[in-house]
Structures are given as structure tokens and as C-alpha cells.
């Protein structure tokens, strides 16, 4: 071999080992995965942007629903469960089985919001009125102070928290008329009323916008003040779930950096009601 190759070999080598080495020894980026509901999305995407700013750590963020979200976190696969809802009895139970430590974190209030078309006259409905029309007792806007029109009935999906405290808030457990069209986030649910002046549907209150009009239930007005007071006839809490044991320092900080006053104002800043 050519002495002039076999040198030029070794110190091409030695430069590889040495910056293999270097990457070995460097610190990798911290990664925080959460998983969950939809409607805390907003809330956790935004604190995390503005988190990423001050600390070097990774944040994934999927928005699959409240169940798939605490499903995640009893199989190990995420560091936080974003939930609009609280765990079930079976959640808790299966969570202890696997010797997991929940913990709860309210990180927000929220009202869940009956939406319709912003040309539909219709503005307030009473919590009977809401059930009969997901029942299907009530099918047309005319019986309800609207056009001589059918109402298109849009729901959330059955893995979603939300779909979970309307089902218990509203429709006391009753089912969801059979051919009622269910969607798998708010933003689907935004989309799909206000492109249809006869449907209604129901979003978080971070949801709402222009393009949606809110409705009054039972005559009180979906405000922030209404909401925290929990006169709102359909407010809730929206939590953060984690296991304690196996807790990663990087996602304590980062539920106490939404805990905190610069946290709270970004759950304000994107539409919800701040726990202090």
C-alpha cells in the first residue's frame, strides 16, 4: 500500500473515531411526549413554543383524543396525557395494576359550547332542548324557534373527553341520534357548522371564532366569568396526567411552566379560562 494513502487512511479514521466520540459524549436534547385530547392542544402548543425558547428540550405533541391520550400513558409510550376529562374508574384501576403512580393537574377550565351556523336565528337552548335534538326527539330548527329546516346533528367521536362530559352533562348518558355525523377534533367540528347553516355542533370554548356562533344554555352566555364560576350549565376542567415514577424532570417543568403566571396567560391568550 502507498505510504502517502496509508497515512492519509489512518488520520481519516482517527478523525471519524474522534468525532464519533465527540457525538457520543455531547448531551442529547431532553424529548417530552404528549399525547391526548384536542382540546388542551392549543393550550399545550402554544406554552411549549414559547418553552423551547428558554430550554433545550424537544416537545412532541399529538392531539388524538382524551382516551387515546391516557391509553398512552398506561402503555409507557408518552410522558404526559392531555385529558378534557377526568379518568374513569377502569383507567385508575388498570394504571394501579401496572403499578403506575397517576397524578392529576388541572391546568385550565373550559365550557363546552354549543355551535351552529352564524345565519341560523336560533341563540339560546335549554339542556332539555340540546338532549332532544342529539336524541333525535327534536329533528327540525322550526320547533325550535328557527327555519322550517332538518338539523344536522355533528358530535364528537366516542374517544374524545368531550364527546365523555356531553354525554354525562347533557345527554345523561343517553345515545347520540344513530346518523349524527361524529368527528375526531374541534376543529373538525368548526369546519364542518360553519359550512353548513343547518347543522349544530359542540367545541371547546378555545374553539370559537367567527366563523361559529356560540348559542346560551339555559340563558347564560358562554363567558370566561361564567365558566370559572361554573354557572356555565356545561363547564369542566382540563387536566394534565402523568406518572409519577417515571416522571422525566423535563415534563415537571413544563407542567409548571404552564402552571405558572406566564402559562396561565397563554391558556388566556388562546381562548380558556386560567386556573388562578
Same mark, same amino acid.
Given at each position: 500500500?502507498?505510504?502517502?494513502?496509508?497515512?492519509?487512511?489512518?488520520?481519516?479514521?482517527?478523525?471519524?473515531?474522534?468525532?464519533?466520540?465527540?457525538?457520543?459524549?455531547?448531551?442529547?436534547?431532553?424529548?417530552?411526549?404528549?399525547?391526548?385530547?384536542?382540546?388542551?392542544?392549543?393550550?399545550?402548543?402554544?406554552?411549549?413554543e414559547e418553552f423551547r425558547k428558554v430550554e433545550d428540550v424537544s416537545i412532541s405533541i399529538e392531539g388524538s383524543g382524551s382516551g387515546n391520550g391516557i391509553k398512552a400513558l398506561l402503555?409507557?409510550?408518552?410522558?404526559?396525557?392531555?385529558?378534557?376529562?377526568?379518568?374513569?374508574?377502569k383507567e385508575l384501576e388498570a394504571a394501579k395494576e401496572k403499578g403506575l403512580e397517576i397524578k392529576e393537574i388541572t391546568v385550565a377550565y373550559d365550557m363546552i359550547v354549543p355551535v351552529?351556523?352564524?345565519?341560523?336565528?336560533?341563540?339560546?337552548?335549554?339542556?332539555?332542548?340540546?338532549?332532544?335534538?342529539?336524541?333525535?326527539?327534536?329533528?327540525?330548527?322550526?320547533?325550535?324557534?328557527?327555519?322550517?329546516?332538518?338539523?344536522?346533528?355533528?358530535?364528537?367521536?366516542?374517544?374524545?373527553?368531550?364527546?365523555?362530559?356531553?354525554?354525562?352533562?347533557?345527554?345523561?348518558?343517553?345515545?347520540?341520534?344513530?346518523?349524527?355525523?361524529?368527528?375526531?377534533?374541534?376543529?373538525?367540528?368548526?369546519?364542518?357548522?360553519?359550512?353548513?347553516?343547518?347543522?349544530?355542533?359542540?367545541?371547546?370554548?378555545?374553539?370559537?371564532?367567527?366563523?361559529?356562533?356560540?348559542?346560551?344554555?339555559?340563558?347564560?352566555?358562554?363567558?370566561?366569568?361564567?365558566?370559572?364560576?361554573?354557572?356555565?350549565?356545561?363547564?369542566?376542567?382540563?387536566?394534565?396526567?402523568?406518572?409519577?415514577?417515571?416522571?422525566?424532570?423535563?415534563?415537571?417543568? %413544563?407542567?409548571?411552566?404552564?402552571?405558572?403566571?406566564?402559562?396561565?396567560? %397563554?391558556?388566556?391568550?388562546?381562548?380558556?379560562?386560567?386556573?388562578?
Amino acid at each position: 500500500m502507498d505510504k502517502k494513502f496509508s497515512k492519509a487512511l489512518i488520520l481519516v479514521v482517527a478523525a471519524a473515531t474522534a468525532l464519533s466520540m465527540a457525538s457520543c459524549t455531547k448531551k442529547s436534547k431532553d424529548k417530552v411526549v404528549i399525547k391526548g385530547s384536542t382540546t388542551v392542544l392549543p393550550i399545550t402548543q402554544k406554552a411549549a413554543e414559547e418553552f423551547r425558547k428558554v430550554e433545550d428540550v424537544s416537545i412532541s405533541i399529538e392531539g388524538s383524543g382524551s382516551g387515546n391520550g391516557i391509553k398512552a400513558l398506561l402503555d409507557s409510550s408518552c410522558d404526559i396525557a392531555n385529558a378534557s376529562r377526568a379518568m374513569k374508574g377502569k383507567e385508575l384501576e388498570a394504571a394501579k395494576e401496572k403499578g403506575l403512580e397517576i397524578k392529576e393537574i388541572t391546568v385550565a377550565y373550559d365550557m363546552i359550547v354549543p355551535v351552529v351556523h352564524p345565519s341560523n336565528p336560533v341563540k339560546n337552548l335549554t339542556l332539555t332542548q340540546l338532549k332532544a335534538i342529539y336524541d333525535g326527539q327534536v329533528s327540525n330548527w322550526k320547533d325550535l324557534g328557527g327555519k322550517d329546516e332538518n338539523i344536522v346533528i355533528i358530535s364528537r367521536d366516542t374517544s374524545s373527553g368531550t364527546y365523555e362530559v356531553w354525554h354525562e352533562l347533557v345527554m345523561k348518558k343517553a345515545d347520540v341520534r344513530k346518523d349524527a355525523l361524529l368527528l375526531a377534533s374541534n376543529g373538525a367540528i368548526v369546519n364542518s357548522v360553519s359550512n353548513n347553516p343547518k347543522a349544530i355542533g359542540y367545541v371547546g370554548f378555545g374553539y370559537l371564532n367567527n366563523t361559529i356562533k356560540p348559542l346560551n344554555v339555559d340563558k347564560v352566555e358562554p363567558t370566561l366569568d361564567n365558566g370559572k364560576s361554573g354557572k356555565y350549565p356545561v363547564s369542566r376542567k382540563l387536566f394534565m396526567y402523568v406518572n409519577e415514577k417515571t416522571l422525566k424532570p423535563s415534563a415537571k417543568q %413544563f407542567i409548571d411552566y404552564i402552571l405558572s403566571a406566564k402559562g396561565q396567560a %397563554f391558556v388566556k391568550e388562546v381562548g380558556f379560562i386560567p386556573v388562578d
